[in-house]
């Protein structure tokens, strides 16, 4: 058994634990729910980002029951790897998470779908706080140059907020792990943001959100986003992914394929639609203030795809982030070789 294999059953592991403690079924029913007789998925989501919010709309407006699939209440987990060890551990059929779970995965061996692209935007955000002065007119290398020495916040080794920080210091010809102090965190954004406005660190690498919400606070502004466009060669990677494992598609075509229809309208929903996709982003994102959640609908809207498919260019430029900086290590797999050409049509 390869290492990366054990790993993700350890975190199964845990995954069961914290389900039987909150509660979180981790049955196989096929059928039954609200939607009756219809074929049962069950959704897992690396985290309530706010790019996962479509899967959250096509359950409130019933999107999903009308394609002929009844979806689950998704599993929340706290990373990409109880996700990866929930999906080997078939108790998730469909994840929602970010490119580097599917590459992960493929990595492991594991025979893994790519289903769709599901937010085109690298979703971390670099947030600075006052001891960074470099102005918002300042190019982009010179606001990266400006990160040198000083302290950012990640939330945690090996992750997507290191992997950006790295990429974007490698772009300017330095190293991010000695050319800055990088402090874990953890995923709490209220902790990231009392760190900034502490001064325990200077600036943040973080998820979605945060920026928006350390300027409301006045912690902090949001300094270098590739979903605002800021890195010109991140504009369109695809980040926010769906996939699954082949024995699971094949058992469960027409799930999936339906799942899928419902993905896609409500994506569209989202970008066609604010008031009422606002309205359902209350819901989904609580604790977040009305002005935060007014900032980010916009960004989400931009940077959600009207539909599934997964751009070659984008695939590339989000794979270029994961094996240049060492998130994910092995060979990199060709587009190809991970989407399912039969569930073309959906996405």
């Not at 729910?33 to 019933?62: C, D, M, Q, W």
């Not at 799942?259 to 896609?264: K, P, R, S």
């Not at 977040?288 to 260019?313: F, G, R, Y």
Request: proline share 6%; aromatic share 4%.
């Amino acid at each position: 058994m390869s290492t990366r294999i054990r790993a993700m059953a350890l975190a199964w592991s845990v995954a069961v634990a914290v389900g039987a403690l909150t509660g979180c079924s981790t049955g196989t029913t096929e059928t039954g729910g609200a939607a009756g007789n219809l074929p049962t998925v069950r959704v897992g989501v690396a985290s309530k980002s706010a790019g996962f919010l479509p899967l959250y709309i096509g359950i409130e407006k019933g999107y999903f029951a009308e394609s002929g699939v009844n979806v689950a209440e998704p599993t929340v987990l706290s990373s990409g790897a109880l996700l990866a060890a929930a999906m080997v551990g078939d108790s998730v059929d469909i994840g929602i998470g970010v490119a580097p779970d599917v590459l992960n995965l493929h990595a492991a061996g594991q025979p893994v779908v790519l289903l769709g692209s599901i937010y085109a935007s690298y979703s971390v955000d670099i947030v600075a706080g006052p001891s960074i002065n470099t102005p918002a007119t300042a190019d982009l290398d010179s606001k990266i140059a400006a990160l040198s020495g000083k302290k950012i916040g990640i939330t945690g080794p090996g992750s997507g907020t290191e992997a950006l920080l790295s990429y974007l210091f490698k772009r300017v010809g330095r190293d991010a792990k000695t050319q800055a102090e990088l402090v874990s965190l953890g995923a709490d954004p209220a902790a990231a943001i009392t760190a900034l406005r502490s001064g325990q660190v200077d600036a943040l690498s973080h998820v979605l959100s945060v920026g928006q919400q350390a300027e409301a606070l006045g912690a902090g502004r949001l300094y270098i986003s590739p979903g605002r466009g800021d890195v010109p060669e991140l504009v369109g990677a695809v980040h926010g992914t769906a996939f699954s494992l082949k024995p699971v598609v094949d058992r469960k075509r027409p799930a999936v394929a339906a799942f899928l229809a419902g993905y896609q309208r409500s994506m569209r929903l989202l970008k066609s639609n604010p008031g009422e996709a606002r309205a359902i982003a209350a819901k989904y994102l609580a604790g977040l203030s009305d002005e935060v959640i007014d900032k980010l609908l916009p960004v989400l809207a931009e940077n959600t795809p009207a539909a599934l498919a997964v751009d070659p260019k984008g695939f590339q430029a989000e794979a270029d982030v994961v094996y240049s900086t060492g998130l994910v290590s092995g060979s990199r797999p060709a587009l190809a070789d991970l989407v399912d050409p039969s569930l073309l049509p959906w996405t």
